[in-house]
């Protein structure tokens, strides 16, 4: 479980983000015709080759590269999991499962499909966000 210091919430660097990750969706696309899915951008990576494989690399080059800029500027948000690795793990090979299960990850779908207007998306979006909802329910509530 991750906890979130509310009282350190700044919605003006929440904007930013999500206009810079809208931005950068609709340049990839409208420069290169791609959508900007991670899940699809990282799954391809290891078995693209030729004009494919540059853009490839530096999108997921940015997203790491991101972190370590900000960290020059000052320092990241403090986060704190409280889960164990055994959690951690079963969490990412689930939602790796999904994405593959789903055709494509929250960016590929809520951001890049929803702005498409996609029917498929939508049903994606409405999906991730319900399993969600029932999975912290479940977790706060139940367990």
């Known amino acids: 479980m991750i906890d979130i210091a509310w009282s350190q919430f700044t919605p003006w660097t929440a904007l930013a983000g999500g206009a810079l990750i809208g931005v950068a969706a609709a340049i990839l696309l409208m420069f290169n015709g791609r959508i900007a899915g991670i ?3 990282l799954g ?5 080759r030729g004009a ?15 972190p370590v800029l900000w960290m020059m500027a000052g320092p990241l948000p403090a986060i704190e999991i409280n889960a164990g690795y055994p959690v951690l793990i079963c969490a ?10 789903g055709s494509g990850c929250t960016s590929g779908h809520g951001v890049c499909g929803l702005s498409r207007f996609s029917p498929r998306s939508l049903v994606a979006t409405l999906s ?14 139940i367990i």
């Open 128 to 141: 991730f966000m319900a399993a969600g909802f029932i999975t912290v329910y479940i977790v706060r509530h």
């Open 52 to 66: 494919d494989l540059p853009w490839r690399i530096a999108f997921i080059g940015g997203l790491v590269l991101a």
């Open 92 to 101: 990412g090979l689930l939602v790796g499962i999904g994405t593959r299960y």
């Open 44 to 48: 391809s990576l290891l078995t693209t």
């Open 39 to 41: 899940s699809g951008i």
